[in-house]
Each structure stands twice: as structure tokens, then as C-alpha cells.
Antibody, heavy 120, light 111 residues
Framework: QITLKESGPTLVKPTQTLTLTCTFS??????????VGWIRQPPGKALEWLAL???????RYSPSLKSRLTITKDTSKNQVILTMTNMDPVDTATYYC????????????WGQGTLVTVSS | QSALTQPPSASGSPGQSVTISCTGT?????????VSWYQQHPGKAPKIMIY???KRPSGVPDRFSGSKSGNTASLTVSGLQAEDEADYYC???????????FGGGTKLTVL
């Protein structure tokens, strides 16, 4: 059974760096042909694809946010970490992590999401 | 502004059919057969309903179907049920540099 869960701060100040952790079970990122991605959703708004890391450390980023994002994995802990620099109130959103296979182009298992508010 | 265009709302009565469109470009929807549809109930994570334009994951009712013509993909929900009331998002592969893009979402109301 595949499960994912996001963790991190619920409140960050403008200009700070956000670090989110996705802890998963039911699969491994070493090596297994899978990937873990991050997607966010501002309150009442649409989903936005952020970043994706594959089992072989191949990484992809949203072009519009690439300069602010870093995605890494800790295979020993079954975790994927997303950092986003220079946070702004417009980055207030629920952040989801999700599982996919590297031969697919959709996310089949999602975490419950974590709401991050950016405010001074 | 989302990369893919969806109508903000759609509605239908129980038992009826409703179709939601998702319009992109030849660089995403029109260029690949990798369109997906997600269902999201309030306060919940998205759930995959359709992948690769028209394929249904195990457990998704066959009332849900997908298709594509040119740069526009469509999700059809037949035999509407109350539990189908949710937000629906399309997604498409958009090439190796812009891996995937989402639509703006459509709120489906069952009257």
C-alpha cells in the first residue's frame, strides 16, 4: 500500500526559505522506476505542478519557479525534500507530494497535503 | 493563468451526462496522448480518474470517459451521481522542459 505524507512549517515569513518533506511508504526510490513530485494549490485556485524527482536522481522543475526550487531525495529515509526560496504571500497554498512511475505521466497516489501560509 | 483552459463550471441533473473540455496547444494536449483528469472533492487530495486520454485506473467507474480531438481533450461523466460533484482538473505532458501542466479546473455541480 502506497502512502505519502507531507510535513513542514505551517507559517513562514516573506523572504524566508520553505523546506517541505514528503515521507512515503509502500515503494522505494532506489532503484525502482518511480518518481515523487510536488504540486501546490492556493486556496480556491487551481493545481500547479512544481517539481519532480526520479529514482535515478533525474530532476524536473516548473520553468516559472525553477530558480527558487530544489528537490532532493533521501533514499535511506524514504523521503523527498522540496525547498523554495524567497517565499512570498502569493506562495500561500496547500502543498502536495505524489507518486508516479517514470513511464507514466500522471500521479496515482497523493499525500493529504499541507497548508503553508506566508505572512509576516 | 493556467496553461490549459477549462470552463469554470459545469452542471447536470442526476442520470444525465456532462462533458468538460480542456484546451491546450500543439505543445501539450495536441502533441501527446498524455492527458490526465483528476477529481478533487473539497478538502481532499486529487484522485486520478483518466490517464493517457481515455484509460481508466482500476476502481474508476466506467461512467467516466475521456477523449481528445486536436488541441482539446474532454472528460465525459455519464449517469451523473451526487458523489460526482467535485472539481475536475485536466493535466497534460508538455515536453521534457515543461514536464506537465494543469488546467484551471472545472467545478461540476449535480443539480
Amino acid at each position: 500500500q502506497i502512502t505519502l505524507k507531507e510535513s513542514g512549517p505551517t507559517l513562514v515569513k516573506p523572504t524566508q526559505t520553505l523546506t517541505l518533506t514528503c515521507t512515503f511508504s509502500g515503494f522505494s526510490l532506489s532503484p525502482s522506476g518511480v518518481g515523487v513530485g510536488w504540486i501546490r494549490q492556493p486556496p480556491g485556485k487551481a493545481l500547479e505542478w512544481l517539481a519532480l524527482i526520479f529514482w535515478n536522481d533525474d530532476k524536473r522543475y516548473s520553468p516559472s519557479l525553477k530558480s527558487r526550487l530544489t528537490i532532493t531525495k533521501d533514499t535511506s529515509k524514504n523521503q523527498v525534500i522540496l525547498t523554495m526560496t524567497n517565499m512570498d504571500p502569493v506562495d500561500t497554498a496547500t502543498y502536495y507530494c505524489a507518486h508516479r512511475y517514470d513511464f507514466d505521466y500522471f500521479f496515482d497516489f497523493w499525500g493529504q497535503g499541507t497548508l503553508v501560509t506566508v505572512s509576516s | 493563468q493556467s496553461a490549459l483552459t477549462q470552463p469554470p463550471s459545469a452542471s447536470g441533473s442526476p442520470g444525465q451526462s456532462v462533458t468538460i473540455s480542456c484546451t491546450g496547444t500543439s505543445s501539450d494536449v495536441g502533441g501527446y496522448n498524455y492527458v490526465s483528469w483528476y477529481q478533487q472533492h473539497p478538502g481532499k487530495a486529487p484522485k486520478i480518474m483518466i490517464y493517457e486520454v481515455s484509460k481508466r485506473p482500476s476502481g474508476v467507474p466506467d461512467r467516466f470517459s475521456g477523449s481528445k480531438s486536436g488541441n482539446t481533450a474532454s472528460l465525459t461523466v455519464s449517469g451523473l451521481q451526487a458523489e460526482d460533484e467535485a472539481d475536475y482538473y485536466c493535466s497534460s505532458y508538455a515536453g521534457s522542459n515543461n514536464l506537465e501542466v494543469f488546467g484551471g479546473g472545472t467545478k461540476l455541480t449535480v443539480l
